[in-house]
């Protein structure tokens, strides 16, 4: 079955400091993936997309690039802030309509 | 911008009881979900709904539960007889073109 791995966290960083979040997926086919970010006490919200390989998908700075020969999507961001501390999930679908398989989350906090 | 919305935020329920979450999907989607998540854990797929009827359906997703669209809005979750091991974030989402969204969940806490 389809399945993501994340890395373990907290991470912990310092502002202004680089960020790497590293997802690996296993599926058949072309699924299409998700990087969701989840804020203290809030729900879900899509932080960015791709649908094919070697697409880079980007937003609020973050970015993660769709890599079908190592089946990766790492989430980075190059000067984090204060307010980018929440949970990270990693999240493939392998059709339209199909369910999200997410990896376990990865908490990040960064500190002034 | 559309937005899933939930009903209630939080919702207290005895053990045995029933209890049914609320959704309103983003108006022009046609796919819709109930995802889970325990505290501190990972969000489980519980099941999708398409064309007013199951699509898929996870195994932790038995006979206890049922999810309904009474009406052209509303999307609901219903837990027939509640056990300690619910309580979790539900949330709902709905899907566009190529996407999930999410709304902000139900934390549902069974005593």
Not at chain 1, 26 to 39: D, E, N
Request: proline share 4%.
């Amino acid at each position: 079955g389809n399945s993501v791995t994340q890395m373990e966290g907290p991470v912990t960083l310092s502002e202004e400091a680089f960020l790497t979040i590293n997802c690996t997926y296993t599926a058949t086919g072309y699924p299409s993936l998700f990087w969701y970010v989840q804020y203290p006490g809030e729900g879900l919200q899509l932080l960015l997309k791709a649908t094919k390989a070697d697409d880079k998908g980007s937003n609020k700075g973050f970015e993660a690039t769709y890599r079908k020969e190592t089946t990766s999507f790492h989430l980075e961001k190059g000067s984090v802030q204060v307010s980018d501390s929440a949970v990270y999930f990693c999240a493939l679908d392998k059709a339209a309509g199909n369910k999200l398989t997410f990896g376990g989350g990865t908490r990040v906090l960064v500190k002034p | 911008e559309p937005e899933v919305t939930q009903t209630p935020s939080h919702q207290v329920t005895q053990m045995g009881q029933e209890v049914i979450l609320r959704c309103v999907p983003i108006s022009n989607h046609l796919y819709f979900y109930w995802y889970r998540q325990i505290l501190g854990q990972k969000v489980e797929f519980l099941v999708s709904f398409y064309n007013n009827e199951i699509s898929e359906k996870s195994e932790i997703f038995d006979d206890q539960f049922s999810v309904e669209r009474p009406d052209g809005s509303n999307f609901t979750l219903k837990i027939r007889s509640t056990k300690l091991e619910d309580s979790a974030m539900y949330f709902c989402a709905s899907r566009g073109e190529y996407e999930q969204y999410f709304g902000p969940g139900t934390r549902l806490t069974v005593t």
